[in-house]
């Protein structure tokens, strides 16, 4: 799969297979989202890769929105310093998040964001130095069902081009 094709065909999944991860993927993720651009290349982001099922249960609570991380098989929680403190923490999870996210579609696994607005929920889980803020997790698995991805890429969902590109000015 060619960088466009993974582009075109990401979509946020929320369900999962049982099938387990293997190690080898596991670091393959993990390492593209180590090597992700970063401001002024400081590389001011870790990450705490979950596959413990209770631990994933738990941290599925983490945010309003974060309940597919019960039933992924990898759940990794990017953590910066708090965007106050480091200008471009956003950016560079996002960054991050990203190149895991095509890494793992490049292998057949799937994949969805979720906000950690819980912070102290996921602290107790997780604890991390307080110096570094939980903000975002991923899911990741082998999708439960493939017929369903090929419906959505059917149906594409997105913004038409000249609704969202300008040029030059707005």
Known sequence: MNVSQAIRSKR????????????VEVRAILNAGRR??????????????VQDRERLKALSKGGAFAGHLKCAA????????RPEDFYGALFDAGQSAAYMQLAALELGIVSCLATLYKEEKVREILQPPKEWWPLMAISFGYPRDKKGL????????????DEVVHQETW
């Open 12 to 23: 946020a999944v929320r369900s999962f297979s049982k099938q387990p991860l293997k190690d």
């Open 150 to 161: 090929t419906i959505r890429l059917l149906r594409g969902g997105r913004k038409a081009y």
């Open 74 to 81: 990898l759940g990794v929680v990017i953590l910066t310093p």
């Open 36 to 49: 992700a651009q970063s401001t002024k290349n400081r590389q001011e982001r870790h990450f705490i890769a």
